[in-house]
């Protein structure tokens, strides 16, 4: 394949690969990664935010490298792969005489530019959406049952990337529904499916917890057009930057005469009219459309072909998008060319002054998956996450985090409650606070189970069960018990004290691997219409934990 590509495509892609080398070595850590390689530290069927592609791709990477290239070298490889697969997608016989302007399309795109070295989880979704429609295009074109596992294949592993990948493939099928009489694309679902089902095994083990946290559990606000809709429309912009214009125009007029281009159309009209409609309930990231960029490249390419003009006007905008990418990439490494901090500034440098202050005492940060995990990768030391009833749960509510650091000497941390002990700046500004604590013990997986409706009624007694997951019965003199009261959108607003007792008040144990029987009455909130509460228990003085299912008030 290699072979026939030309000296000059080789050239550039060579030079885009070193590129991304440099800039993944050089540039720190960005938090989500940080998070992603403490999923890759434990190789599993699934994650609490994200299916396992992005922790697997961090795991291959540290075969090859230490550091922050152990983390990206695969996007980095995927990256020019990616770009490989959409030129051999291009069948226009003039496309040799148009190298250097394919790649100013291919490196002006914003974000495929920064995911080119990133490893977040839409590094995969990219190049498994062009690989998946480059074996398409081969299946149109002739369907064999090799061409079925393959696509068969692909599908399962763009929907290991990320959820959203379901977008792609619906998309495509749309644009062509005569694959529903076709047998081998019949098995082509059936191989997906196939090769899918360990993490439909994972989901289904741990009560779907990924699944209802993305479509339930998310905290919201109220609509704000500006915020949402009007957002919506300059993270369009921001995809292909001074070009947007010009690419949606291309959009615009491009009149499909084929199944694969009508694909891409499909595709990409698809996608921006389904988060057009979500941005009237919710925030729509940027990332989330990022996987349009695979079919515009190819629109885009293939229309300025045959269109001197506006061949010209857009490898213009996209060098200067070229040039302000380039700036942009200087200054996530060097801090000092923006006025600015971004995340991947000064990591390091707040890492090893706590890790000198604290020694070998694990850390334990509060509400902070981002923290924890960054500072266990650059100082090598165990650190976790503490998540309590105002923040939400991810990664470290499901594994064992919790329990390897139990009854240690911790350092806690908190950026929200000042504690005598010691103080710590990030280059940010952000003060955080923490102090030892000699034994520490805590119970987040204490689960309350209610199987009544609730409605705010300070008067009304209600039943609850408490299930004890642990090996070790729990006094019950450690326990405390709160509930947050939350707005229509799910957003705490208020954490009150809740009286709860045994109903056989004799008992003085919670124990091991059983359930015990409690009364409770809400308290008065200073929220005036609260539509949601959740439970949390405090342990040994904690702040109240997520210990239930977020309760719709009737």
Same mark, same amino acid.
């Given at each position: 394949?290699?072979?026939?590509?030309?000296?000059?495509?080789?050239?550039?892609?060579?030079?885009?690969?070193?590129?991304?080398?440099?800039?993944?070595?050089?540039? /720190?850590?960005?938090?989500?990664?940080?998070?992603?390689?403490?999923?890759?530290?434990?190789?599993?069927?699934?994650?609490?935010?994200?299916?396992?592609?992005?922790?697997?791709?961090?795991?291959?990477?540290? %075969?090859?490298f230490n550091g922050e290239l152990g983390v990206r070298f695969m996007s980095c490889l995927l990256s020019v792969i990616t770009v490989i697969l959409l030129?051999?997608?291009? #069948?226009?016989?003039?496309?040799?005489?148009?190298?250097?302007?394919?790649?100013?399309?291919?490196?002006?795109?914003?974000?495929?530019?920064?995911?080119?070295?990133?490893?977040?989880?839409?590094?995969?979704?990219?190049?498994?959406?062009?690989?998946?429609?480059?074996?398409?295009?081969?299946?149109?074109?002739?369907? &064999?049952?090799?061409?079925?596992?393959?696509?068969?294949?692909?599908?399962?592993?763009?929907?290991?990337?990320?959820?959203?990948?379901?977008?792609?493939?619906?998309?495509?099928?749309?644009?062509?529904?005569?694959?529903?009489?076709?047998?081998?694309?019949?098995?082509?679902?059936?191989?997906?499916?196939?090769?899918?089902?360990?993490?439909?095994?994972?989901?289904?083990?741990?009560?779907?917890?990924?699944?209802?946290?993305?479509?339930? #559990?998310?905290?919201?606000?109220?609509?704000?057009?500006?915020?949402?809709?009007?957002?919506?429309?300059?993270?369009?912009?921001?995809?292909?930057?001074?070009?947007?214009?010009?690419?949606?125009?291309?959009?615009?007029?491009?009149?499909?005469?084929?199944?694969?281009?009508?694909?891409?159309?499909?595709? &990409?009209?698809?996608?921006?009219?389904?988060?057009?409609?979500?941005?009237?309930?919710?925030?729509?990231?940027?990332?989330?459309?990022?996987?349009?960029?695979?079919?515009?490249?190819?629109?885009?390419?293939?229309?300025?072909? #045959?269109?001197?003009?506006?061949?010209?006007?857009? !490898?213009?905008?996209?060098?200067?998008?070229?040039?302000?990418?380039?700036?942009?990439?200087?200054?996530?490494?060097?801090?000092?060319?923006?006025?600015?901090?971004?995340?991947?500034?000064?990591?390091?440098?707040? %890492?090893?002054?706590?890790?000198?202050? !604290?020694?070998?005492?694990?850390?334990?940060?509060?509400?902070?998956?981002?923290?924890?995990?960054?500072?266990?990768?650059?100082?090598?030391?165990?650190?976790?996450?503490?998540?309590?009833?105002?923040?939400?749960?991810?990664?470290?509510?499901?594994?064992?985090?919790?329990?390897?650091?139990?009854?240690?000497?911790?350092?806690?941390v908190s950026q929200y409650v000042k504690k005598p002990g010691l103080t710590y700046p990030r280059i940010d500004g952000t003060i955080y606070y923490g102090?030892?604590?000699?034994?520490? /013990?805590?119970?987040?997986?204490?689960?309350?189970?209610?199987?009544?409706?609730?409605?705010?009624?300070?008067?009304?007694?209600?039943?609850?069960?408490?299930?004890?997951?642990?090996?070790?019965?729990?006094?019950?003199?450690?326990?405390?018990?709160?509930?947050?009261?939350?707005?229509?959108?799910?957003?705490?607003?208020?954490?009150?004290?809740?009286?709860?007792?045994?109903?056989?008040?004799?008992?003085?144990?919670?124990?091991?691997?059983?359930?015990?029987?409690?009364?409770?009455?809400?308290?008065?909130?200073?929220?005036?219409?609260?539509?949601?509460?959740?439970?949390?228990?405090?342990?040994?003085?904690?702040?109240?934990?997520?210990?239930?299912?977020?309760?719709?008030?009737?």
């Open positions: 394949m290699l072979q026939k590509l030309p000296k000059l495509f080789l050239l550039l892609l060579g030079a885009l690969f070193i590129i991304n080398i440099l800039q993944a070595h050089f540039t /720190e850590l960005i938090f989500d990664e940080a998070y992603y390689w403490y999923y890759a530290k434990n190789i599993a069927w699934g994650y609490f935010d994200h299916p396992p592609m992005v922790a697997w791709l961090i795991r291959l990477s540290s %075969v090859f030129w051999l997608m291009i #069948d226009d016989s003039k496309k040799k005489s148009f190298i250097v302007p394919f790649f100013v399309v291919v490196f002006s795109t914003t974000l495929l530019n920064l995911y080119g070295f990133f490893t977040l989880p839409d590094t995969p979704l990219l190049f498994f959406t062009a690989l998946f429609l480059w074996v398409y295009k081969r299946f149109i074109e002739k369907p &064999t049952v090799i061409l079925s596992l393959s696509l068969g294949i692909v599908m399962a592993a763009l929907m290991y990337s990320k959820y959203h990948a379901v977008l792609v493939i619906v998309f495509v099928l749309l644009s062509n529904l005569k694959l529903l009489r076709n047998r081998f694309a019949w098995l082509a679902v059936l191989v997906a499916l196939l090769c899918y089902s360990p993490h439909f095994l994972w989901l289904y083990e741990h009560d779907f917890i990924s699944i209802k946290y993305h479509l339930f #559990d998310r905290p919201n606000q109220a609509y704000s057009f500006e915020k949402f809709t009007g957002g919506y429309f300059l993270n369009l912009m921001a995809l292909f930057g001074f070009v947007f214009p010009l690419a949606y125009y291309i959009l615009y007029k491009t009149k499909p005469q084929d199944l694969f281009k009508k694909a891409l159309v499909f595709l &990409t009209y698809g996608v921006l009219i389904f988060f057009f409609f979500s941005s009237f309930s919710k925030r729509v990231q940027t990332q989330w459309v990022i996987v349009i960029s695979i079919p515009m490249i190819l629109l885009v390419f293939n229309f300025i072909i #045959d269109h001197e003009r506006l061949r010209k006007w857009v !490898v213009g905008l996209g060098v200067v998008n070229i040039i302000v990418l380039f700036y942009a990439r200087a200054a996530l490494i060097n801090h000092h060319l923006i006025p600015i901090y971004y995340e991947s500034h000064g990591n390091k440098e707040w %890492v090893s002054r706590l890790a000198y202050e !604290v020694s070998d005492a694990p850390v334990v940060f509060e509400n902070s998956y981002r923290n924890a995990p960054m500072y266990e990768f650059y100082s090598g030391k165990k650190a976790i996450s503490l998540n309590n009833i105002n923040y939400r749960q991810n990664q470290y509510s499901i594994d064992d985090a919790e329990a390897s650091v139990q009854h240690q000497k911790v350092f806690y102090e030892y604590i000699d034994n520490f /013990e805590s119970f987040r997986r204490l689960q309350f189970i209610v199987d009544e409706e609730i409605v705010y009624d300070l008067e009304k007694t209600y039943t609850m069960k408490v299930y004890n997951p642990y090996n070790v019965d729990i006094s019950l003199k450690k326990l405390r018990y709160g509930v947050a009261f939350m707005n229509n959108y799910k957003e705490v607003r208020d954490v009150r004290k809740m009286h709860a007792e045994p109903l056989d008040k004799t008992i003085l144990l919670l124990k091991s691997n059983d359930t015990l029987n409690f009364t409770f009455k809400l308290p008065k909130t200073k929220l005036e219409h609260p539509k949601y509460i959740q439970l949390g228990i405090s342990e040994n003085g904690l702040h109240y934990g997520i210990n239930g299912d977020k309760i719709k008030l009737k």
